[in-house]
Nanobody, 123 residues
């Protein structure tokens, strides 16, 4: 059964860094595009970053470009989100998502989702 498990969230001061991880239990991990989304209190879920399955293509939301980096290790079936220069407005539950074949930034196109990990940035 496909499963995504996020880890690495926590409380950090503004300007600090966190690295989120997402361990995926899916067949042929390298065929999946992997994405990160987030949902802040009282808001809808929004796209953060995505990485293709095997050629390293990445895309980011404008609000995180230059501060966040998505990467993956296909040998470990894991995707990462390095978050630097964090701001209080980055406080949210961060979700990992997997999409079979192809790459997209649209939430509804992803096939599997994790349960999320809380990131709280204090001012």
């Amino acid at each position: 059964q496909e499963q995504l498990v996020e880890s690495g969230g926590g409380l950090v001061q503004a300007g600090g860094s966190l690295r989120l991880s997402c361990a995926a239990s899916v067949r042929t991990f390298s065929r999946y595009a992997m994405g990160w989304f987030r949902q802040a209190p009282g808001k809808g879920r929004e796209f953060v970053a995505v990485i293709s399955g095997s050629d390293g293509f990445t895309a980011y939301a404008d609000s995180v470009k230059g501060r966040f980096t998505i990467s993956r290790d296909n040998a470990k079936n894991t995707v990462y989100l390095q978050m630097n220069k964090l701001k209080p407005e980055n406080t949210a539950v961060y979700y990992c998502a997997a999409k079979r074949v192809g790459i997209t930034v649209r939430e509804n196109d992803f096939n599997y989702w994790g349960q999320g990990t809380q990131v709280t940035v204090s001012s």
